[in-house]
């Protein structure tokens, strides 16, 4: 586009003002210039098109015919930048909130509540980061984090988000056909281990189960918990997890907690920060979000 062709912006604003009210003076009081601003604008903008746009009859003003043919189809397109200005300063104006999340919790805990945060918040972007470990990295690029550990790190700010106990977890439809009444009824599944073997060693443990269980060699093992969740749902073994990750899915009904183990798991998940995004809004507003809605 020639930009030569293009009236002065101000010369535009001001025409269009003193045509809307057919006024100089109220067009001076709504652009905060004087009367005398308002009418050298129009003066220039009548030099630059070449014709008159009004006709000035003692103190009243009227627009000539070409005069009100261009306010018509000048106005929308001035309301359209004015429009476009606004988006562009709203969208400035949004924070952009990123979080570094391992997968499982991701997809079964925070994904299904985010909805939440988003009403709560709706100034806030949030763009969700998922990582394999459980313990991620505090990269430049990630304003907060969710780890499963032991809430001992260094150069972070760390909050657990609550205790939570071990679960037992199978199909409706496993369980119609393998009853799971008490841990006895253990003897002789399939368990579905994830990472290790050491949640079911746990349970196994405490159920006094070790002469009837080998823990090492029953089951399946995965990389992630909600694999196991979903072999589980298949039908293909019991699983046991933290009861947070398997919230969503007992909530559902597509997982059901046979009965209780009786135990914690050992690790925590945790909101971990850097220490210098304490006090900034988004991180702040986050945190107080997710520690009330895990509740």
Do not use: C
Not at 89 to 109: A, C, D, E, Y
Request: avoid cysteine.
């Amino acid at each position: 586009m020639n930009n030569k062709k293009l009236p002065p912006l101000n010369a535009l604003k001001a025409f269009e003002s003193a045509a809307r009210y057919l006024n100089f003076t109220k067009a001076a009081e709504e652009l905060f210039v004087t009367q005398a601003a308002v009418s050298h604008q129009i003066k220039l903008l009548e030099d630059f098109l070449g014709i008159q746009l009004f006709h000035r009859r003692n103190r009243l003003l009227e627009l000539t015919e070409l005069g009100l043919q261009y306010f018509d189809e000048i106005r929308p397109l001035l309301e359209n930048i004015a429009v476009a200005t606004e988006k562009i300063k709203i969208k400035n104006s949004r924070q952009i909130l990123t979080i570094s999340v391992p997968q499982t919790f991701g997809m079964h805990w925070l994904v299904p509540r985010l909805n939440d945060f988003h009403q709560k918040f709706p100034d806030i972007e949030v763009r969700i980061k998922g990582v394999d470990q459980d313990e991620g990295l505090l990269g430049k690029e990630i304003d907060v984090a969710i780890y499963y550990g032991s809430g001992k790190w260094e150069n972070v700010e760390s909050v657990r988000l609550t205790e939570s106990p071990l679960v037992i977890l199978a199909s409706p439809d496993f369980l119609a056909e393998n009853p799971l009444n008490a841990p006895q009824d253990l003897v002789g599944k399939t368990l579905l281990h994830v990472f290790s073997r050491n949640k079911w060693k746990r349970v196994v443990d405490n159920f006094n189960l070790n002469e009837q269980i080998d823990v090492e060699e029953t089951g399946t093992m995965f990389s992630h918990t909600f694999m196991a969740l979903q072999a589980a749902m298949h039908q293909q073994g019991i699983a046991v997890a933290n009861k947070v990750v398997a919230q969503h899915e007992l909530e559902q009904g597509n997982l059901v907690e046979p009965f209780p183990t009786g135990l914690n798991d050992e690790k925590s998940f945790y909101v971990v920060y850097p220490p210098q995004m304490a006090e900034v809004s988004k991180v702040k507003h986050f945190v107080e979000w997710i520690l009330q809605e895990i509740q």
